[in-house]
């Protein structure tokens, strides 16, 4: 065999260049691949301050009515208009007659099928449908339902409570927000 033979032999047994292999696919969109932005310190003392002022103002309205007006779902309701307040569940249509519809189904089920776990959340399933229907999501409204058919309170006391509660939140995030120079400014609108 001759030398010039032998280089184009050579040349064909080198293995092929490595490549870099391609990431690997994944299902979750890049827009969800990430973490959520750390909020600034002020904007956090802003809510926090917020939301405990008008839960320690529930509490004492409460106190002084001898009647709990300050509820799971009121807190989580004060959280959120507090905390993300250009949200459409955090609106005060959404807080205020997501409440009320959520009270509405609620007693409902308590006067048709009595109390139960079962009445509870198929009364905390039928809430959900009616906010949505009624264009006023607020999640933590269904839990109201389940509140009414699990503890029975005198609806004569507690709507009044529960909206004028709803209403006390509502107007205290419009406060807040005024007293604030920057950030979402509260509501994006009423109705």
Do not use: K, N
């Not at 280089?7 to 890049?30: F, V």
């Not at 006067?111 to 139960?116: I, K, M, N, P, V």
């Not at 009445?119 to 933590?140: C, E, K």
């Amino acid at each position: 065999m001759s030398t010039d033979q032998i280089a184009p032999e050579r040349e064909q047994a080198q293995p092929a260049p490595l490549r870099t292999p391609a990431a690997p696919r994944t299902r979750i969109p890049s827009r969800l691949v990430g973490r959520a932005p750390a909020p600034a310190p002020g904007t956090v003392l802003h809510s926090v301050s917020g939301a405990t002022a008008v839960m320690l103002g529930l509490v004492a309205i409460g106190a002084a009515l001898h009647e709990p007006v300050l509820i799971p779902p009121l807190a989580a309701s004060a959280a959120i208009v507090h905390s993300v307040p250009g949200l459409p569940l955090a609106q005060p249509r959404s807080v205020i007659a997501g409440h009320l519809l959520c009270a509405a189904v609620g007693y409902a089920g308590l006067a048709a099928f009595g109390s139960s776990p079962w009445v509870a959340a198929v009364a905390a399933g039928l809430a959900l449908a009616v906010m949505t229907l009624a264009r006023t999501p607020h999640s933590p409204a269904c839990a109201t339902a389940v509140v009414i058919v699990l503890r029975t309170p005198d609806p004569r006391t507690f709507v009044p409570l529960l909206a004028g509660a709803a209403l006390l939140i509502v107007l205290a995030g419009c406060a807040l927000s005024r007293a604030r120079r920057t950030g979402t400014r509260y509501p994006q609108y009423w109705w």
